[in-house]
Nanobody, 119 residues
């Protein structure tokens, strides 16, 4: 079992920055081999990919967010972070931390962190 807890959400003006963090707890061996990521869901929209990062640090981003968002992970601390810069009102959403071990179809989600960008 893996438990994910997000932190760092809040209200920011357009053009500002926020950093989200996700702390994973549970089986450290499993956590360290999982692909971690961030997804977001805006009101009335489907949940969408923001970024993922493999256990080796290979990052993948939604095309529309490349250059503004940066994902990172600390395997020793079992954390994954999302640095968000030049935020826009359309970035307003609930951001969810995700952990996946695809080989055995294991997926975990955090409870979500609200990010609101005012114009």
């Amino acid at each position: 079992q893996v438990h994910l807890v997000e932190s760092g959400g809040g209200l920011v003006q357009a053009g500002g920055s926020l950093r989200l963090s996700c702390a994973a707890s549970g089986n450290s061996f499993v956590i360290n081999v999982m692909t971690m990521g961030w997804y977001r869901q805006a009101p009335g929209k489907q949940r969408e990919l923001v970024a993922t990062i493999s256990r080796d640090g290979a990052a993948n981003y939604a095309d529309s967010l490349k250059g503004r968002f940066t994902i990172s992970r600390d395997n020793a601390q079992n954390t994954v972070a999302l640095q968000m810069n030049s935020l826009k009102p359309e970035d307003t959403a609930v951001y969810y931390c995700n952990a996946v071990l695809a080989s055995i179809q294991l997926t975990y989600w955090g409870q979500g962190a609200q990010v609101t960008v005012s114009s």
